[in-house]
C-alpha cells in the first residue's frame, strides 16, 4: 500500500512496478547498480520509494528511449535529481526524439501512398511493380543513411504537407517544361532554357535545411543514388507519370548538366 507522511508519497517496489511498468526484477537491477535506489526501508527492510526516487527512475527511462546505455545513464544522473536545468534538458531531448519518430512516421506514410497508388492503377497490379517499388526504398536506404534519412525527415516535417504538394506540383511543371526542350533541342544557352535551370536549382535549394554539413551530406548522397540506380529510378518515376518515358529523366538530367557548364563557362568568360 502506498505510504503518507506529511505531504510525502511511499512506493512499495510493487507499487512502483506496476505504476511505472517496469518490472520488478528490472527495479532490483538499478537499486544494485545504483541507478535507482529506494529512499527509505521499513523496519522490516522492505524497500520505499520517494519522491525524489520516482524522478530519477523518469529519469533512467528517458535516457534508455534515447538509446544511451546504462553506463552511460550513471554519468547524466551524476548531477543532482532535483536540478530543473537537467530536467528541462532531458524533456527537450525526448520532445525531439519525438520529432524525429513523427518525421520517420511521415517517410513510412508516403511509401506506403506510393504502393497503395499502385492498387488504385488497376483491378490487379503486376506483382513486379510492388518489388520493383520494394527494391528501390532497400536501395534507397543503402545510399541514404538513417542520419540522413532523419534529416530529409525532418526538413519535409518543418516545411509541412502543403508545402510539400506545392514542390511537388512546381517540379511536375519544370520536368514537362525541360522535357519540351529536349525533344526540340533546344541549344543550351538559350535564356528560356536558363530560365528553367535557375527555376530547378532554386527548387532544390529551397528543400535544403541550412545547414551546410547536413545539405552537402544528403546532396552527396543524392548524386551517388542517381548515378548508380539512374535506370531503376526513371523507371519508376515514368510509372507514376503518364506523359514521361523512362528515357526522359536521364536525357533531361544530362540536358541540365549542360545547360549548366555553358553557363559556367559564359560567366567565366571561357
Same mark, same amino acid.
Given at each position: ?207 535544403? #535545411? ?43 538530367? #544530362? ?12 560567366? #567565366?568568360?571561357?
Amino acid at each position: 500500500m502506498t505510504e503518507n507522511d506529511g505531504d510525502e508519497r511511499r512506493w512499495t517496489i510493487g507499487e512502483l512496478a506496476k505504476a511505472t511498468g517496469v518490472t520488478i526484477r528490472t527495479l532490483y537491477h538499478y537499486d544494485e547498480i545504483g541507478l535507482v535506489q529506494a529512499g527509505e526501508r521499513t523496519a522490516s527492510g522492505h524497500r520505499r520509494y520517494t519522491g525524489a526516487d520516482l524522478r530519477q527512475l523518469y529519469r533512467v527511462r528517458a535516457l534508455r528511449g534515447l538509446g544511451l546505455s546504462l553506463e552511460e545513464i550513471a554519468n547524466v544522473l551524476a548531477r543532482p535529481v532535483d536540478d530543473l536545468t537537467a530536467m528541462r534538458g532531458l524533456l527537450a531531448a525526448q520532445l525531439a526524439e519525438l520529432d524525429l519518430q513523427v518525421a520517420r512516421i511521415g517517410q513510412l506514410k508516403q511509401r506506403l501512398g506510393g504502393l497503395a497508388g499502385l492498387l488504385d492503377q488497376s483491378v490487379m497490379p503486376d506483382p513486379e511493380q510492388f518489388m520493383t517499388t520494394l527494391e528501390m526504398i532497400s536501395v534507397y536506404e543503402s545510399y541514404f543513411g538513417q542520419e540522413v534519412r532523419d534529416d530529409l525527415a525532418k526538413r519535409r516535417m518543418q516545411l509541412g504537407e502543403d508545402a510539400m504538394e506545392r514542390f511537388r506540383a512546381e517540379w511536375l511543371v519544370l520536368l514537362r517544361e525541360a522535357r519540351e526542350h529536349v525533344l526540340a533541342d533546344t541549344p543550351v544557352d538559350d535564356p528560356r532554357v536558363r530560365e528553367v535551370a535557375t527555376r530547378w536549382e532554386a527548387l532544390a535549394t529551397a528543400l535544403q #535545411s541550412g545547414d551546410q554539413q547536413v545539405d552537402q551530406r544528403a546532396q552527396a548522397a543524392g548524386m551517388a543514388f542517381w548515378r548508380d540506380n539512374s535506370a531503376g529510378i526513371s523507371e519508376e518515376i515514368s510509372r507514376q507519370i503518364d506523359w514521361l518515358d523512362a528515357g526522359d529523366l536521364p536525357a533531361i538530367m #544530362s540536358y541540365f548538366e549542360r545547360v549548366r557548364k555553358a553557363r559556367d563557362e559564359h560567366e #567565366s568568360g571561357g
